[in-house]
């Protein structure tokens, strides 16, 4: 199976005349390399510019129309709320709806982002809304996020002073380890603490970059 173009490719493909073809940008690597996969072509005639060939422009449009629909996906990822844990309950058929239907949204988005389509690990916009996505994570996964009383178990995703890491507290420990487990299989390294002043446990989560 032919590997699909690097991110800075498409940037160069993208950038191409939608009529001509024409490439408008990009280094000589990159013209060659995409020449080399068959997705463009140097004129042999001076100025020797470089155009797309027809399977460049079924790329092009790919680009273009997948560019579209990631920033629809990453919309809808936006009016979802996930529970981070220490909010109203909010439980019923119609809740676990949204929720799955956010997560494969998010999974999609991941796809379409990601540079090399990875679904396995975290996106831009996850990187850019940490507690959201973790806690999308762990509610998609059916962990017990805290109710609005103290006193009640479950997970709470909260903000941290890293730039990229969150925290996820949970009072048992057997359902801190769970909530671990499934944040290390949605792509994030995670860490198990002790607060020293509580000597509450809680996660480090943040994303894995590989």
């Not at 422009?57 to 629909?69: D, F, K, L, P, Q």
């Not at 998010?106 to 809304?129: K, S």
């Not at 999308?136 to 805290?146: C, F, G, I, N, V």
Request: glycine share 10%; hydrophobic share 40%; net charge positive.
């Amino acid at each position: 199976m032919t590997r699909p173009p690097t991110a800075a490719q498409r940037r160069v493909i993208d950038a191409a005349d939608p009529v001509t073809g024409r490439l408008r940008g990009g280094t000589e690597t990159q013209l060659a390399a995409l020449v080399k996969r068959g997705l463009a072509f140097r004129h042999p005639r001076p100025p020797h510019d470089h155009f797309l060939t027809p399977a460049g422009h079924r790329v092009r449009e790919g680009v273009r129309v997948s560019a579209e629909a990631s920033q629809e996906v990453a919309e809808s990822a936006g009016v979802f709320a996930a529970r981070v844990g220490g909010e109203a309950a909010a439980s019923g058929v119609g809740r676990a709806r949204e929720v799955r239907s956010a997560w494969e949204g998010l999974v999609e988005l991941r796809r379409m982002t990601n540079p090399d389509g990875a679904i396995d690990r975290p996106c831009g916009w996850e990187r850019t809304h940490l507690v959201r996505a973790v806690a999308l994570a762990l509610e998609a996964a059916e962990h017990r996020p805290a109710g609005a009383e103290d006193a009640e178990g479950g997970y709470r995703v909260r903000g941290t002073p890293q730039p990229e890491a969150v925290a996820v507290y949970e009072p048992d420990a057997g359902a801190l380890r769970a909530c671990a487990a499934t944040l290390e299989r949605a792509g994030w390294q995670t860490s198990e603490h002790t607060e020293p002043r509580t000597r509450a446990r809680y996660l480090l989560a943040s994303p894995r970059r590989a």
